[in-house]
């Protein structure tokens, strides 16, 4: 059954994508509420309340529930005793189990193997002793990440080539925090898909995005992405299994190494709207943060379909003083957050060119 137009969506996290989220719900008649402990923050901007307060904390937590029909979240570090713990009193969309899997590689990667699709090899790392012998396994090189936390290339530390020995101190400076060593991986492309699954178990699957980065944060997704037919099935059909294996409900993203041969590798996946699918807002009648509220408020999900060739770029800190040249261009689509200050590495804002239409689709 759908949420009746007029009622409130809870919205944990109020960063730029819980602020296209309530643009979204409001789009379909919804109402959003939404808990971030920043005051004005982007999403509360747009929304029609905010709650300031801890993500965990059990009052705010509680008032959350109590005004809210269905609660959902922008970022995948939401605690999953908090999820659990509103989940016993509303609809909690995407599940609480995809945050559980979601915000640990290892149980990540372990969970995706699990149901057939292959990643990186991984050794989980707690000591400088396992970290040197688990470099020795991948022939020296690797990436060391916390197996926790950790977003935009934090948290992470590259080894190439070197000898298997002499990392006394690596894990303290790590942060004496669980650790993961990762493979490396000979890859052509990353790419990533955006799916959604229904309440009514229906699922849709958006095209490909190609994407580029830079110093660990995403810098551009293009599409069409340069890659076969039969990869970009294969991706859509690994997001369907991701999305049925965890009984989703909502927009999910995954990312994907695509190999010389066209085989695909899952890098991770996050269980939320996600960046690499900000081009959806130009190139489709239905975006993704649509189509995530559709979802979380059962209704029937929209067509992912795309009428035109497109790349998306961040802005990132100072690329935000671009923004009158960007908007004297034609065929742009511009969003900006909101955010006061402009910092190295932080997300301003974004932008999607159109290159192209597709022929029958506008």
Known sequence: MSLPAGSTIGIIGGGQLGRMLAMAAARLGYRTIVLEPQPDCPA????????????DDPAALAELAAASAVITYEFENVPVAAAEALA????????????????DRVNEKTFLNGIGIATADFRPVDTDGELTAALKTFGGSGILKTRRMGYDGKGQRVFRNMETGG???????????????????????????IAARGLDGAVVAYDPAENVHRNGILHTSTLPAAITPETAAAARAAASRILSALDYVG??????????DGSLLANEIAPRVHNSGHWTEAACVV????????????????????????????????????????????????????????????????????????????
């Open 44 to 55: 509360a901007q747009v929304a029609n309340r905010q709650i300031t307060a801890a993500y």
């Open 251 to 260: 927009v999910i993203g995954v990312e994907f190494f695509v190999l010389a």
């Open 287 to 362: 975006s993704q943060f649509e189509q995530h509220i559709r979802a979380v408020a059962g209704l029937p999900l929209g067509s992912p379909d795309r009428h035109s060739d497109c790349v998306m770029e961040n802005l990132i800190g100072d690329d935000v003083l671009r923004v009158p040249a960007l908007l004297a261009e034609p065929d742009l689509m511009l969003h900006l957050y909101g955010k006061a200050e402009a910092r190295p590495g932080r997300k301003m804002g974004h932008f999607t060119r159109i290159t192209g239409a597709i022929p029958g689709k506008v």
């Open 167 to 193: 990392f006394a101190g690596t894990c303290e400076a790590m942060g004496n925090v669980p650790l993961i060593l990762e493979s490396f991986v000979p890859f052509d492309r990353e790419i990533s898909v």
């Open 88 to 103: 016993a009193n509303v609809a909690v969309y995407p599940p609480a189990r995809a945050l559980d899997v979601a915000q």
